[in-house]
Structure formats: C-alpha cells, structure tokens
C-alpha cells in the first residue's frame, strides 16, 4: 500500500463536520456525523493538524501499543506557550496518571493501586446504599409528575461513592461534582478560550482543596485511600513535599474520573433504559441480562468519544503517514459504530458479544473500570426492580462538547 500524506483541502473539508458535532444539536445525535467522518476513511485529516482515527480495529491497535504515547508534559511544553496545551489546567493535568508514559506511568500506577475485590465489595455496600436513597427521590418526585433523573440520581450516585470512598464531608460534595464540569474542558478537543479560563479556575479550587486534604491525612492519618497513599509515596519518595504532591495528583485524578465520565455513563444507560422499553421488564425478570446491557450501552454511546495519542516515532498509519509527535484522535463514538466490527451496528442489542474502547486499552485502560461497572449494574438493578417502567418526559439536551459527553437532563415519568 503506498503512502499518502493529508493535503491542506481534506483538512478544510473536515471543519464543517467538526462545526456541526461541536453543537447541542449535534452532540443529541452525532452518529450520522460520525458515519460521514468514516466515509472519508479509516484515517482522515483533522481540521486543526493531525489525524482522525475512525476504524475500530486501528482504534484497538493504537491504544495497545507502546508506539503511541499520551500527550505528556514533555509533549505540552514543546507546543508553545500560546497553545491550549500550556493553559494551567492542561499543565495540571500533565502529572495526572492518564497523561504519563513509562516510566513515570508505571510507578505512579503502582502506587495508585487497584479496585481489587475487597474494595469493590466494600464500596458495592456503599453504592446500594446510596442507590436506595436515590430512588427513594426520584419515587418521590414521581408521584408529583416528573423528574429530572441526570441531577436526582445520575450526577449524585458517583460523587457521593468516590467521596465515602475518600473520605470527604459530604457537605463539600456538590461544589467538587460542580467544578469537575468546569474543569474537563481543558481535557476537551477544541475548547475555547472561554473555557479553558473555567477550567483553570475549577483546577486552582482543586489544587487547594486536594492540597489541604493531603497535609490534614498526614496530620491524622485514617483508614482511606489518601492516608495509605501517603504511606506509598513517603516510601518511594525521600522530598516530603513531592511525595505529597504525587498524593494530591492522584486524589485529583480519582476525582475527575470517577464524577464526569461515570455520571454520564449512568445517564446516558438509563436514557437507553427508557428508549427501550421491553429491556426493562426483561432485565427484571432476569437481572443476569443486567450486564450485557451495560456493556452494549458502553459500544453504543460511551461516555468518552475521542482518545489522543501522538506517535512515538515516524510511521505509516493505515497508507498514511504519520510524523513522530503528531497527534491522532481516536474517534471512539464513530469506531463504536464501525460496521466492520459490528455487525448492524446503529442497533442497540444487548444481547451482542460485548466489544467497545469506552475505557480505553493497553496500559492506560480505566483504572475505575470496575467501579463504574458496579455502580451501573447496582443502579440498573435496582431501579427495574423497583420501579414501573419510566417514559421521556421530553427529549434529553446535550452538552456542546466533543470528547466527553455530558446529558445535561433526563426528564421522565411514570409509563
């Protein structure tokens, strides 16, 4: 196969599609985009530089390889200081787990531990707890007409699980919930000026409130993640105050993958929950269905629909030629629907071998993955066991974002 290189025109053409995805309108809908996008190729020009990677099995291929690295601190700081990827946030987020490569990577992962089992069991305890209560809400709104499911129990369940789980008062919940939406912007594809100034600012608060944490656990140190982190760091650290910054990173990064991406997840599995409406009486009658159903929900609308990685080194990316530090965007909502992996793919079918990238792959696949399963099978669960069927009380509206996707409501009520 030769070798082609992404003429100046092809990259034009792409702006529209990004000017439409980059809408409330069409993020509500952005799989026909999403199919115009593949039709231009497994990989295609970027309206801003770079390449997008629209083909499932590319998408899989790039995430498992060690060619391709995350966007590093190293990688920002050669972008210039005018650049979206020298905004504080974006530096921020650079010491974070999910934008280190080894070696970094590896031994901030193994000081981060894992969701093993005993974990999970603990936390399960906690997420049906909180479920229960949720529900018990969103039943009591009910009886009054409608409720809004994305702020009664979709946005509410992942906060209040990760913030037992740390340890937080849960009074400081709802203000970190808050400033995570701010905050993900400066991990978008295209954010604004605008935006990533919402995002510094979210990420100072952050900063200050994770900081303060860190120095009262070492002060008082108790049976919680922070506390055991900052007996892991003090190990593998001798400077006191790096160690716990790798604490405060960390615990910052928990944060924010737990809130944005599993709210939406929880949302967005619910929202696929009502559209079908004989899955609920199925699910109910058999709750061995209730993962399947999530996993399908993951393929057909996950909650992360670009991935970024830059090329190690020069290469040939399905003919096209890649230069050492470009970037690639995995478009993970368009390979989701790839119909070269997928067999009818715009269907929703629970019932399908289980395939998907929602929690990326390789050695940066989602630390919380187990987690955030959890909470979508305990929640599923409970509410088809709980409740009658539930019906859109109008269509859900969307966030105008790309990367990460955020319903901003679901409005239902009782079938």
């Not at 100046?8 to 952005?30: H, I, W």
Request: aromatic share 6%; glycine share 6%.
């Amino acid at each position: 196969m030769g070798v082609t290189t992404i003429p100046s025109s092809d990259r034009r053409a792409a702006v529209s599609l990004f000017s439409r995805l980059r809408t409330a309108k069409g993020q509500a809908d952005p799989f026909p985009i999403y199919a115009e996008l593949r039709s231009r190729g497994a990989v295609s020009p970027a309206p801003w530089g770079g390449s997008l990677v629209t083909s499932f099995d590319l998408c899989d291929r790039v995430l498992r390889s060690r060619e391709w690295l995350e966007p590093d601190k190293r990688w920002r700081e050669k972008q210039g200081p005018g650049t979206r990827w020298n905004a504080p946030s974006s530096r921020e987020m650079s010491s974070t787990l999910p934008a280190l490569n080894p070696p970094d990577h590896t031994r901030v992962r193994r000081a981060a531990g894992a969701f093993d089992r005993t974990t999970i069991e603990r936390l399960g305890r906690t997420v049906e707890r909180v479920t229960d209560g949720l529900l018990d809400s969103l039943e009591e709104r009910l009886r009054s007409g409608e409720a809004d499911f994305v702020t009664t129990v979709g946005e509410e369940l992942p906060v209040a699980a990760i913030g037992d789980w740390l340890g937080l008062p849960s009074a400081d919940l709802p203000h970190l919930r808050n400033l995570t939406h701010d905050q993900v912007f400066t991990q978008e594809l295209l954010p604004s000026a605008s935006q990533l100034a919402l995002s510094d600012a979210a990420t100072a608060e952050l900063r200050s409130y994770f900081t303060d944490l860190v120095r009262q656990r070492r002060e008082r140190p108790g049976d919680d993640p922070v506390s055991r982190w900052i007996e892991t760091w003090d190990a593998m650290e001798p400077d006191r105050d790096k160690a716990d910054e790798g604490v405060y990173f960390l615990a910052l990064f928990v944060l924010l993958a737990a809130l944005e991406t599993t709210a939406n997840m929880l949302s967005t599995t619910t929202l696929l929950l009502v559209e079908h409406p004989e899955w609920w009486d199925r699910l109910a009658a058999d709750p061995d269905l209730v993962p399947g159903f999530v996993e399908e929900a993951l393929r057909y609308d996950a909650p992360t629909h670009v991935i970024s990685r830059i090329a190690a080194r020069d290469c040939v990316l399905d003919g096209t030629e890649i230069r050492k530090d470009e970037m690639v965007h995995l478009m993970v909502g368009a390979a989701h629907r790839d119909p070269a992996r997928h067999n009818d793919p715009d269907r929703f079918d629970p019932l399908r071998t289980p395939a998907h990238l929602a929690f990326s792959g390789g050695i940066h696949y989602c630390l919380g993955a187990p987690l955030a399963r959890m909470e979508a099978h305990v929640l599923l669960g409970r509410l088809v066991g709980r409740l009658p069927r539930l019906a859109l009380a109008r269509r859900p509206s969307w966030a105008p974002r790309v990367a990460f996707r955020r319903l901003l409501n679901l409005d239902v009520t009782l079938a």
